[in-house]
């Protein structure tokens, strides 16, 4: 059992660790941004995130009539 769990921790480390090259050995490494919003190619097709067309459908419209 011991024996099992020290292959698994090992095996989970190392798949921790090659996943995480570019993060841990470079000077500039961080963390991908996987948020819609700053993906580019969300922007060039117009696909913004849930909040921000929350956001946006909220705005009163300056060419809506007021009651």
């Keep these: 059992m011991l024996y099992t769990?020290?292959?698994?921790l090992a095996l989970v480390g190392v798949c921790v660790?090659?996943?995480g090259v570019k993060i841990?050995?470079?000077k500039a490494?961080?963390?991908p941004?996987?948020?819609?919003s700053g993906n580019k190619e969300m922007m060039k097709r117009g696909i913004d995130?849930?909040?921000s067309q929350?956001?946006?459908a909220r705005k009163p419209s300056r060419l809506g009539v007021k009651e």
């Design 17 to 19: 660790l090659l996943l």
């Design 24 to 26: 841990f050995f470079t």
């Design 33 to 36: 941004h996987f948020h819609v």
């Design 29 to 31: 490494g961080k963390f």
């Design 5 to 8: 769990l020290l292959i698994t």
């Design 49 to 51: 995130c849930v909040e």
């Design 54 to 56: 929350d956001r946006n």
